[in-house]
């Protein structure tokens, strides 16, 4: 069993800048695949950012260069840093653990 807790969604002028983390806690270890999806009403979940153990990381197009991602292996979080953001960056925003485990989302709001 695992659980993830996110935090720091919340509601930011468009530019603005938030910072979302999720604590992994259970029966884990050797984490290798941590990520950040969201979903907008009325869309599919999408991945916004994903990073390996070893720190390789990935991202989507519309992110890159705004957003970054990092973890901590020891405390097994997972860290999204939001700058620049856009009223189109509006949505729940889960972690994602092993590419199977969800968090519970936190919602991000970004008013023009």
């Known amino acids: 069993q695992v659980q993830l807790v996110e935090t720091g969604g919340g509601l930011v002028q468009a530019g603005g800048s938030l910072r979302l983390s999720c604590a992994a806690s259970?029966?884990?270890?050797?984490?290798?695949?941590m990520g950040w999806y969201r979903q907008a009403p009325g869309k599919q979940r999408e991945m916004v950012a994903v990073?390996?153990?070893?720190?390789?990381?990935n991202y989507a197009d519309s992110v890159k260069g705004r957003f970054t991602i990092s973890r901590d292996n020891a405390k097994n979080t997972v860290d999204l840093q939001m700058n620049s953001l856009k009223p189109e960056d509006t949505a729940v925003y889960f972690c994602?653990?092993?590419?199977?485990?969800w968090g519970q989302g936190t919602q991000v709001t970004v008013s023009s």
């Open positions: 259970g029966n884990i270890f050797n984490i290798n695949y």
């Open positions: 994602n653990v092993h590419g199977i485990y």
């Open positions: 990073i390996l153990r070893g720190g390789n990381t």
